[in-house]
C-alpha cells in the first residue's frame, strides 16, 4: 500500500521496456507533475533518458536516433495530438502507456495514423494521481462541487483517479460511503459501475479479509481545513504553499536567487523525511543540530589538495558535501521564514484561540477572546476571518448579534467583502444541518492539553489538542463499531473481520492534518494499511477557495449579520 513506490514502479518499467539507448520522455501536463513528484531529473537522466518534451509543444525538433516513451492521460486532446505525432513521427520508435484505460475505437485510430510502424508497445500503466508520501495521493482537482452536485468533470476525472489507485495498489474493494453526501454516493457509484465494467483488470488474487474503499465529503469537517498549523509539513503548506512539492520562497525578504523555489521531497531530502511530522520546536533543534553536524564536516579554508590522495578525497566527498549545504540552506531558509511569520502576525496567540473554538464549549471565553484579537492590527485578514468561521460554525446555534458584532469588527478591519461573505456560505457548506457528526466531542472538551514546544525560542505554549474527525471514524472503522446507518456499504456485501488495507478519499480536498492522522494510525495499527487520498490537499486559503467556488448560498440575509449573499465565482 505504498502509491509513491506503484508510480515509481510504473516508470521504471517503461523506462526499461524501451531497451538501452538514448530516450526523450514525451508527456502531458498531467503525467508531467505525476513523474516529477516520484522521479527527480537527475535520476531519470541515469536512465538514459536525455530529453522531457511535452506532447502539445509545436516546436520539436525531428530526432530520428531517439526512442519515444509516451506517458500520457487518455484524453481526447492526447489522442488525437498523438494521431498527428505519428503521422510525422519525430522519433525512431515509439512506446506508448497511458495512465489508465483508453478505449478500443482510441487504439483503433492510433494504430491507423502509424503508417510508418514506429510504435512498438502500447500498454496502460496505471499512474494516474498525484503520490504525495507513500500514503497520500491527490487529484489536483479544485471546484469540485456545483451546489452540492457534482461538476460532470470533476466526476469522471475523481472516478477515473481513483480507480487508478485501486488497479495500482491492486485491490477489488468493497465500498463505503458517507450516507450525508450524495456527492459521496455517486462518486461510490461511478467507482463500482468501473470496476464492474473492467471486472477482467479487477481480477487479483483474493485475500482473506476483502479491501475497503471509504469515500467521505469534505463538508462533514470543515474545521479541520480553517486551523493554523504546528507541524512541519502541514505549516509549510498553510504559510507558504506547497504545490507539487515545490515551495515559493520569492516573497521571502532579501532571498537568494538560487531559493526563490525550492523542492520539498521525503524522497530525496532525508532531513525532511525524519522531520516533517514532528512539531515547529523539535524543528527548530534538529536544524540547529544539522547546521553544527554540516559545520563540522565543512572543508576547511585553507585545506591544501598536495597529493594525487588529498584530490581524490575532496572529488569523492564534493558532491555529498554540496548536498547537505544546499539541505541546510533550503530548510534554514524555510524555518526562517515560517518563524517570521509566526512573529509578524502574532500566529501563536492565534492559534490558541482557534483550538480553543475548535475544541472546547465555553462560549463567553471565546467570543471574548475572538474580539480581541480582531482588534490586534498584526492579525491578518485571512486569520481574522478565520477565526470568525470557527466562531460561527461552533456557536451556530447562539444568538445572531454577537456573530453580527464580530461580522462588524471585520469590516471595521478593512476585511474585504469577499472574505466577510464566506462566512454564511461556509456554515452552509459545513453547518450543523449537512454534517452527519458533531465536531467536538464531550472527551475533547475534558481532555485537553497542553503541549509545549521546546527548542526555538519564541515557540511555546501552542495548544495542539484538535484532532480531525477522520481520527474518530478510521478509529471506529478499525474497531468495527463505524455505523452503517451512517456510512452504509455499496452492494449487499458488508465486511465483517477487521479491516486490513483502507482507501479513504476526501471529495472536497484532504489535509496534511489528516495525512499525520493516517502516519500516526498506520504506526499504531499493526496489520492495517491506510491510505488517504483527495480531490486536493488544502491549506486554509485553497479550502475557502473551493467553498466560494460551490456555488452554495448564503441563507442568511444581510441584516442579522452584516453578509450579503454569495454569488458564485
Known amino acids: 500500500m505504498n502509491v509513491v513506490l506503484a508510480v515509481k514502479q510504473y516508470i521504471s518499467k517503461m523506462i526499461e521496456e524501451s531497451g538501452p539507448g538514448m530516450k526523450v520522455l514525451l508527456m502531458d501536463k498531467e503525467t508531467t507533475s505525476i513523474i516529477s ?17 511535452r506532447i502539445e509543444s509545436t516546436n520539436r525538433e525531428t530526432m530520428k536516433h531517439l526512442k519515444a516513451i509516451c506517458f500520457l492521460r487518455p484524453t481526447k486532446e492526447n489522442v488525437e495530438l498523438l494521431i498527428q ?14 495512465s489508465n484505460v483508453i478505449s478500443k475505437s482510441d487504439v483503433k485510430s492510433l494504430a491507423e495514423a502509424d503508417e510508418q510502424e514506429v510504435v512498438s508497445e502500447v500498454q496502460e500503466f496505471y499512474g494516474d494521481f498525484i503520490a504525495v508520501s507513500p500514503h497520500v495521493f491527490s487529484l489536483n482537482l479544485t471546484g469540485c462541487a456545483q451546489s452540492r452536485n457534482w461538476n460532470p468533470a470533476h466526476l469522471a476525472r475523481s472516478t477515473q483517479g481513483l480507480t487508478a489507485v485501486l ?19 455517486r462518486l461510490a457509484e461511478s467507482v463500482k459501475q468501473i470496476i464492474t465494467k473492467e471486472y477482467e483488470l479487477f481480477d487479483f488474487r483474493r485475500t482473506e479479509v476483502p479491501p475497503l474503499l471509504l469515500i467521505l465529503d469534505r463538508s462533514d469537517d470543515a474545521i479541520t481545513p480553517l486551523l493554523n498549523q504546528w507541524t512541519y509539513q502541514a505549516m509549510v503548506h498553510e504559510l507558504l504553499g506547497i504545490n507539487n512539492n515545490r515551495i515559493d520562497l520569492s516573497r521571502v525578504p532579501g532571498i537568494s536567487r538560487d531559493l526563490k523555489e525550492v523542492v520539498l521531497s521525503a524522497e530525496n531530502d532525508e532531513f525532511y523525511a525524519n522531520n516533517m511530522y514532528l512539531n515547529f520546536g523539535e524543528i527548530g533543534t ?29 572529488v569523492e566527498n564534493y558532491p555529498q558535501f554540496k548536498k547537505m549545504s544546499g539541505t541546510v540552506s533550503k530548510h534554514v ?14 500566529l501563536m496567540e492565534v492559534s490558541e484561540v482557534e483550538q480553543e473554538l475548535a475544541c472546547q ?29 470557527l466562531y460561527a460554525l461552533q456557536y451556530e446555534r447562539h444568538s445572531n448579534s454577537n456573530l453580527a458584532s464580530l461580522m462588524e469588527a471585520l469590516t471595521r478591519k478593512g476585511v474585504s467583502d469577499k472574505y466577510k461573505r464566506l462566512v454564511s456560505v461556509l456554515v452552509e457548506y459545513g453547518g450543523k444541518r449537512f454534517r452527519g457528526s458533531d465536531l467536538v466531542t464531550p472527551k475533547d472538551a475534558v481532555a485537553i492539553t497542553k503541549q509545549f514546544f521546546k527548542g526555538l525560542k519564541g515557540i511555546e505554549n501552542v495548544y495542539t489538542q484538535h484532532q480531525p474527525l477522520l481520527q474518530d471514524t478510521l478509529d471506529q472503522l478499525i474497531k468495527g463499531k463505524l455505523k452503517d446507518s451512517q456510512y452504509p456499504y455499496l452492494g449487499p456485501s458488508i465486511l465483517r473481520d477487521r479491516p486490513q488495507d483502507i482507501i479513504v478519499f476526501i471529495i472536497g480536498g484532504a489535509t496534511y ?3 499525520q492522522t493516517v502516519y500516526n494510525l498506520n504506526r499504531t495499527n499493526p496489520g492495517v494499511r491506510i491510505v488517504l487520498g483527495g480531490t ?8 475557502l477557495e473551493e467553498v466560494a467556488a460551490s456555488g452554495i448560498q448564503s441563507r442568511v440575509s444581510e441584516r442579522p449579520h452584516g453578509v450579503s449573499r454569495s454569488s458564485r465565482r
Open 333 to 346: 531558509t524555510v524555518v526562517g521564514e515560517l518563524s517570521r511569520l509566526v512573529s509578524e502576525h502574532h
Open 361 to 389: 464549549n465555553d462560549h463567553s471565553s471565546a467570543l471574548q477572546n475572538v474580539r480581541k484579537l480582531l482588534q490586534d492590527p498584526k492579525v491578518t485578514d485571512l486569520d481574522a476571518v478565520r477565526l470568525v468561521m
Open 536 to 543: 486536493t490537499i488544502h491549506n486554509t486559503k485553497s479550502f
Open 85 to 98: 505525432e505519428l503521422r510525422r513521427p519525430k522519433y525512431g520508435l515509439f512506446f506508448l502507456y497511458f
Open 513 to 515: 492534518e489528516e495525512a
Open 167 to 185: 488497479l495500482s495498489l491492486k485491490k477489488c474493494p468493497m465500498i463505503r460511503y458517507q450516507l450525508s453526501s450524495d456527492m459521496a454516493k
Open 37 to 53: 513528484m516520484v522521479y527527480t531529473q537527475s535520476e531519470i537522466l541515469q536512465k538514459e533518458v536525455y530529453l522531457f518534451e
Open 286 to 314: 534538529n536544524i540547529r543540530n544539522l547546521m553544527e553536524d554540516f559545520q563540522k564536516k565543512k572543508p576547511k579554508g585553507q585545506q591544501k589538495l598536495e597529493s594525487i590522495a588529498d584530490m581524490k578525497a575532496f
